[in-house]
């Protein structure tokens, strides 16, 4: 199973990406959603903390895929719309690597 991370703090994107690839996932990193829109992987994380960048393009382009929001906070920018154009669910930062792998099994 392919993994994107669309991150822009390299280090927690390195961090997770390493973690996941400790427990056999593949990994791509992206800082910017124009990046990661060409992409092509089976589960999305996707930072809603992005300065300047919109992510309902890569949310809708992608929204047969799954599609993890990791956000610093809950509201309806962050969470509530991204969940109604097709994002799958959303994990709080900081969090454990544990709690975000149970999320990536479920689906």
């Known amino acids: ?3 994107i991370i669309v991150e822009n703090e390299l280090y927690l994107a390195q961090s ?3 973690k996941l690839n400790e427990n056999g996932f593949e990994t791509e990193i ?3 959603i124009k990046e990661a829109m060409q992409s092509n ?3 999305y994380l996707l930072s809603t903390n992005l300065p300047g960048q919109n992510t309902s393009p890569l949310i809708t382009k992608f929204k047969d895929k ?9 509201n309806n920018d962050t969470v509530g719309e991204p969940l109604k154009l097709g994002a ?3 994990i709080v930062k900081p969090f ?3 709690e975000l792998m149970r999320k990536i ?3």
């Open 1 to 3: 199973m392919k993994i």
């Open 16 to 18: 997770i990406a390493s």
């Open 30 to 32: 992206f800082s910017s």
């Open 41 to 43: 992987g089976d589960v």
């Open 66 to 74: 799954i599609i993890i929001l990791m956000v610093s906070y809950i």
């Open 88 to 90: 799958k669910d959303y």
């Open 96 to 98: 454990m690597i544990e």
């Open 105 to 107: 099994e479920h689906y």
